[in-house]
């Protein structure tokens, strides 16, 4: 079984920073592509950034310029480094990966992180 764990969710303040990471294990071949999601209350799930295995980046205009993502695939860990937080970035922030396995390629979530910007 494949398991995405995320850490580094907490409180921050306007203006300041935090780091998210994202584990995966479990029956692995390789790593298609590892990205990150977030859901705030009462609003859509939306991509914050991706990343793919031949090296392309993609984010959110809400948050390009601001937040940096990367990854280590000897390690299967991806982070994301949010700076010049914003209340409005106030949301569980979910790992997602496409996961390349025997039997193909499969989605994968993890449980969350809750990231709160508040003064």
């Known amino acids: 079984q494949v398991q995405l764990v995320e850490s580094g969710g907490g409180l921050a303040q306007p203006g300041g920073s935090l780091r998210l990471s994202c584990v995966a294990s479990?029956?692995?071949?390789?790593?298609?592509?590892m990205d990150w999601y977030r859901q705030a209350p009462g609003k859509p799930r939306e991509m914050v950034a991706a990343?793919?295995?031949?090296?392309?980046?993609n984010y959110a205009d809400s948050v390009r310029g601001r937040f940096t993502i990367s990854r280590d695939d000897a390690k299967k860990t991806v982070t994301l480094q949010m700076n010049s937080l914003l209340p409005e970035d106030t949301a569980v922030y979910l790992c997602?990966?496409?996961?390349?396995?025997?039997?193909?390629?499969?989605?994968?979530w993890g449980q969350g992180t809750q990231v709160t910007v508040s003064s």
């Open positions: 997602h990966a496409a996961i390349l396995r025997d039997g193909g390629v499969g989605q994968y």
């Open positions: 990343s793919s295995s031949s090296g392309w980046i």
């Open positions: 479990g029956s692995i071949t390789g790593i298609r592509n």
